[in-house]
């Protein structure tokens, strides 16, 4: 019985790790229909090598290999992974983000739930440093599967053509290429990268994620916290630097509707691991991160710098917990 108010439903790892899973499908299924199946390639082996290397930390580690495995954790992480990297990166860089995140930056730390950092975003971090041109091999709409499946398994290097910038980075190269004559509105009406209000497919593959974004929010995954805050925060941002300077800035829909935002919103920022505990310091980190995000995207050298926010407030997390952590029962705050 689990209807007495002090009584929770039973849940798990497990559980809450497969909800995880099941809440990216539509996503994926925007990111297939408009980019073609190279995706499926690129999280299948992101899923061997994380499985692969939790296995092999676990029994480095004396601990039972059937019980960790199956808890869905280190398939969340080369889900996640494999979505923010480019479809069209190679199979060994894949690979080795997906052995990063979880030998390096999970288990190096004390395994699932000891990692001060979220390990698909710090794989993400090192390997743009270390590899930035094969971290921007991104598909253009419509290219056959049989040429990004030889892309990713390096059997074929066919032209450049075959590739293209997403939205973001169309934006900055059109912008710096235009010069002082370049406005946000020429660019945007300028290049195939772009769609009705953000980027081209991209739009619905952000709807995807925050479908299953929101169904998670339903069935309490995550508190409203962290992803209220975090798209609040990127919108009133972006409205305000794009009503400063419209020629420079793009709007609040486009920024919403393009590069990693909604996945960060529903699926990164709300990592209960690396994520704030109290319901002030989700909203501070929920805003923190979409802050430095934008001003990544709109002054910094990457187009989006969503991974690098997250990077740098996980570590704020344990000082953002102390400041807003509420009094203990009975006493005053000092």
Known sequence: MFTSPHITRATSVRALMVKVLVALVPGIAAYVWFFGAGILVSIAIASAAALAGE??????????LGLFLGDGSALVTAWLLALSFPPLAPWWLVAAASLFAIVVVKHLYGGL???????????????????????????????????????????????????????????RTGLREAGAKGSVPAVLASGPAFGAFGGHGWEWVSAGYALGGLWLLQQRVFTWHVPVAFLAAFALIATGFHLADPVRHASALFHLASGATMLAAFFITTDPVTGSTTARGKLILGAAVALIAYLIRAFGAYPDGIAFAVLLMDMWVPLIDRTTRPPVFGHTRK
Request: glycine content about 6%.
């Open 113 to 171: 739930g000891q990692n001060p950092f979220n390990p698909a975003m710090a794989a993400f971090c090192a390997m743009i440093v270390a590899f930035p041109a094969l971290m921007s091999q991104w598909p253009a709409p419509g290219l056959p599967f049989d040429v990004q499946l030889g892309l990713i398994l390096g059997t074929s290097r066919p032209p450049d053509a075959v590739t293209a910038a997403t939205a973001l980075d169309a934006l």
């Open 55 to 64: 296995a092999a930390m676990l029994r480095a580690r004396a601990k039972p």
